[in-house]
């Protein structure tokens, strides 16, 4: 490859960074991830015949290594003990106070997070990424039409979490926000 790593970092890194944030929620797991992705390309650049697919390559890379953190995160949880039922009853009003101040775009993040991993990726990428359904083909080694399929289906799955868990309405600056139902005493909508 004849691109420049100094250039490819430039260009890519902002896109990285954002991507990765939203899979992984968590600041500092995203700058190591960051990190290693650049590592990564630096190492393997020369295997990339195709400058034309130097974007969907490194996000691939990226996709991949937050597969890694997501199976590390899942294992060692599985061997910590358990949090007590006190601990977590006293962190659960916290979590929903912090939920109930910010803007729908706050809380719909959150509901996504309630979907599949693979739901998740694919709405952050044509969505917040603006990937076309060709370049999150390539990025996930699927099918455009699976690509397309998920898509349809996380959409559909989010819509159900809002209508669910969600009550939209205007606040006093006239913006749209999202409450979640548990938390202004509504009763719960029925499971779809």
Not at 7 to 16: A, F, V
Request: proline share 3%; charged share 30%; hydrophobic share 40%.
């Amino acid at each position: 490859m004849t691109m420049n790593f100094w250039n490819i970092y430039y260009d890519q890194y902002e896109g990285i960074r954002k991507f990765i944030l939203a899979l992984v929620k968590d600041e500092w797991a995203a700058d190591d991830l960051v990190q290693e992705t650049f590592i990564k390309v630096r190492k393997n650049a020369g295997q990339l015949k195709d400058e034309t697919k130097l974007k969907p390559w490194i996000y691939r890379i990226a996709h991949n290594l937050c597969q890694d953190h997501f199976r590390q995160t899942a294992n060692r949880i599985k061997r910590q003990k358990p949090i007590s039922d006190g601990l977590a009853i006293q962190i659960q009003p916290q979590f929903h106070r912090q939920i109930e101040q910010q803007q729908m775009a706050q809380c719909v993040q959150d509901k996504i997070r309630l979907l599949p991993e693979t739901y998740q990726t694919v709405l952050v990428l044509f969505d917040m990424m603006e990937f076309s359904h060709q370049e999150i083909a390539r990025i996930l080694d699927t099918s455009v039409e699976n690509v397309k399929v998920r898509l349809h289906r996380a959409r559909k799955k989010l819509k159900a979490i809002l209508d669910q868990k969600c009550r939209m309405e205007m606040d006093e600056r006239s913006v749209l926000v999202c409450t979640p139902v548990e938390e202004v005493g509504y009763p719960k909508q029925r499971q779809l």
